[in-house]
């Protein structure tokens, strides 16, 4: 066989191996990259004299760009969503939930015995869409206002959110007073809210009428 041959031979090795190397790191690099999960803190701030309404793709109302941020997290589960509300009646960020239980994310509710079955509250509703519901029954008040998103998944792609501040889904608190929300991705956060949630779902039981 010609010397040029065998050289020839050579470079092809060369080149089929040197192109090998490179398709494997970019694969290598594209993989380590989707496993990258963003980081994600925001605080959301409610304000009884904010008038700046705009048209939503969450609400048939015109809301308040906090209102829009926050019925935007609660559209971003994919797996699961746990919320520890105090006291919900507002329809927006029912139906918010209600959509992602249609989905197929698993939801979990813990409320304020008390504040349960009170005028207004949708907690009947979001039982009769399989959501279940526990309570304690207590002198001692539920006041916990955080909803964890994605926490209780397992799923590689999952980004674990905690949501937590002074509101309380009402429409009083959403449109009539100074109220706060924090969103993070921080994980020590989201690891002892999420301690916090299944220690009271343990605890509670599922409401009786």
Not at 64 to 72: I, K
Not at 83 to 99: E, H, P, Q, S
Not at 156 to 169: D, H, I, Q, R, Y
């Amino acid at each position: 066989m010609p010397l040029s041959t065998y050289f020839n031979l050579f470079l092809l090795t060369i080149t089929f191996a040197f192109g090998s190397h490179i398709a494997y790191k970019y694969i290598i690099a594209a993989s380590t990259k989707k496993k990258v999960q963003k980081e994600i803190h925001e605080v959301i701030m409610f304000s009884y004299n904010d008038r700046g309404l705009k048209r939503s793709k969450y609400s048939r109302c015109s809301i308040t760009q906090s209102m829009e941020r926050l019925l935007y997290y609660l559209n971003t589960p994919k797996y699961t969503m746990d919320i520890c509300m105090y006291v919900l009646t507002n329809l927006d960020l029912t139906n918010a939930v209600m959509k992602m239980r249609l989905k197929g994310v698993k939801i979990r509710i813990i409320v304020d015995a008390d504040m349960a079955y009170s005028s207004g509250s949708n907690i009947r509703k979001l039982e009769k869409h399989g959501i279940p519901v526990r309570w304690m029954k207590s002198t001692n008040l539920m006041h916990h206002k955080f909803i964890l998103i994605d926490a209780s998944s397992e799923q590689e792609f999952a980004t674990p959110l905690v949501m937590m501040g002074s509101l309380n889904w009402t429409n009083q608190a959403l449109n009539g007073n100074w109220e706060d929300v924090a969103v993070t991705s921080q994980q020590e956060l989201v690891r002892q809210y999420k301690e916090e949630f299944e220690k009271l779902w343990v605890a509670f039981k599922p409401i009786v009428d």
